[in-house]
């Protein structure tokens, strides 16, 4: 029996490939913590929210709140081309651990930076974050498309993501409780930078770069990864990056637009929702960080049923790859787009209303991650790092520049017409996005993904079609493991 040889029936349901799941889950959930816990912090350090009057808070202008909102971002953009180079290079385990080791010491220094130098020392740190940051998502990427065989690409890449979700919760829930507690504003940075530290312990200790080089998997599991995933290993690590095949690919710039539109939209509410709930909707910390999170924990809970209907969907071959990428990708981005533009009309007496709103506008997003997030492994499985470091490099300038609008855009944060308009860009680059994505967007493999196919360039734009059609063969994933 070779290497590419298996017995399904000795394969374990659950095994090392599902530990590398639950690691980059978490993972996930610490370095979104790390990400976006300053939407809550900016809030509570100019409102002297904690019971701790020895808590100092600062009087920040709007446009500054902006920048300590975006500069996280700035680093971001930066580094997260080299982090797809780098995992490559070096591999994931090394790269993960760095990225995300630096931006847990960077945030347990926060407080006193602050203190030493205010608002500017506070956009230095989060900017160095960022820069840790940007290794890490092109990580994840490679990480899945290293562990998940075709066939569960689907299962463990929407269930490693939901960390990103259960992050969101914990980045406004916890945050929150931490900024109204005797530990104030300072608490948020400690706290998180700890959890962030205990992970990495955890990911050199049980981390692996490939199912080849794991050292306590069972060979049964070893043989089905490398059997569905690395028939071409060593022809594949002396591949060139085929950058003509990437940059004249149809489908690589609609996913693109997609994953800046959904950034675009999220990043809306993941870093001015604390400030939309104080400001118009006149809530407290303490209720603040309840409604905050609220919104995320429909997210995460969202995620898993989406999940369920997605494998249902599969395995019954009701629709394939690329129709369910573009019917999630829609629900995931049209949904909030509506629901924007009516929160934009909701008056500040009609708050339940409004709570109701915001909570399903972001509640229902979670429906990108099998929609688009995952489609840089469908294009190319062996350049997914490469693909996911040049999409995340876009979408964290778009991810920098949202704050910046809104803090041009919201001068009195208390004016409800001047969230309108926030509310309605970000509904209009929402609808926008998914209509370039339903049109040029496939789960199919790109020619390119194989150097030593002659072909690179991918469908062309003029048989684009705005459908979704039933599947009339197999999905990708059941074509590609017949094959295998």
């Not at 399904?8 to 490939?17: A, D």
């Not at 610490?30 to 809030?43: F, S």
């Not at 290079?89 to 993960?96: C, E, N």
Request: net charge neutral; with cysteine; hydrophobic share 50%.
């Amino acid at each position: 029996m070779t290497d590419t040889d298996v017995d399904l029936e000795k394969v374990p349901r659950l095994g090392l490939r599902h530990l590398q799941a639950l690691l980059l889950f978490l993972g996930l959930v610490v370095n979104t913590t790390l990400q976006l816990n300053v939407g809550v912090a900016v809030v509570a350090m100019t409102n002297a929210t904690s019971v701790n009057v020895d808590v100092p808070h600062y009087n920040w202008t709007e446009p500054e709140k902006s920048y300590v909102l975006s500069s996280f971002y700035w680093g971001s953009a930066l580094t997260q081309f080299a982090g797809g180079y780098l995992c490559k290079r070096f591999g994931v385990k090394l790269v993960l651990f760095l990225g995300s080791f630096g931006s847990a010491l960077l945030s347990s220094l926060t407080p006193h930076g602050i203190y030493l130098a205010g608002w500017r020392a506070y956009c230095s740190i989060r900017l160095m974050q960022g820069l840790c940051h940007g290794l890490t998502l092109p990580c994840i990427h490679q990480h899945l498309a290293n562990w998940a065989p075709v066939v569960e690409r689907t299962r463990l890449g929407a269930f490693a993501y939901t960390g990103f979700d259960c992050g969101n919760v914990l980045a406004m829930y916890a945050a929150g409780m931490l900024a109204s507690s005797s530990w104030g504003w300072p608490g948020i940075s400690y706290v998180f930078g700890a959890v962030g530290l205990s992970w990495c312990m955890l990911w050199l200790l049980f981390g692996a770069n490939r199912a080849s080089e794991a050292p306590c998997i069972g060979r049964a599991e070893q043989r089905y990864i490398i059997g569905d995933l690395q028939r071409s290993l060593r022809r594949e690590r002396k591949m060139a990056i085929p950058w003509r095949g990437i940059f004249t690919s149809p489908p690589f710039y609609a996913l693109l637009c997609a994953r800046c539109a959904d950034t675009w939209g999220l990043a809306t509410m993941q870093t001015e929702l604390p400030a939309y709930l104080n400001g118009v909707l006149g809530l407290q910390m303490h209720s603040n960080a309840f409604f905050s999170a609220l919104p995320f924990l429909l997210m995460w809970a969202m995620c898993y049923v989406y999940l369920i209907i997605a494998d249902v969907l599969l395995q019954g071959r009701r629709l394939s790859l690329t129709a369910l990428r573009k019917t999630y990708n829609s629900i995931a981005l049209w949904t909030p787009a509506v629901i924007m533009m009516a929160l934009g009309f909701v008056e500040a007496s009609q708050k339940p209303l409004a709570l109701a709103l915001v909570t399903l506008s972001v509640g229902v997003s979670s429906a990108a991650t099998i929609g688009s997030e995952l489609n840089t492994i469908d294009l190319s499985p062996v350049h997914a790092s490469i693909l996911s470091g040049i999409l995340s490099t876009f979408t964290n300038l778009v991810a920098m520049l949202t704050p910046l609008v809104v803090g041009v855009l919201v001068q009195h944060p208390t004016e409800r017409s001047e969230w309108q308009i926030v509310f309605s860009i970000a509904a209009t680059v929402l609808f926008a996005g998914n209509i370039i994505y339903l049109i040029w967007g496939t789960a199919e493999t790109q020619p390119w993904n194989d150097n030593d196919t002659k072909s690179e360039a991918g469908s062309e734009f003029e048989d684009a079609k705005l459908e979704i059609a039933p599947m009339e063969t197999a999905p990708a994933y059941e074509k590609t493991r017949t094959a295998a």
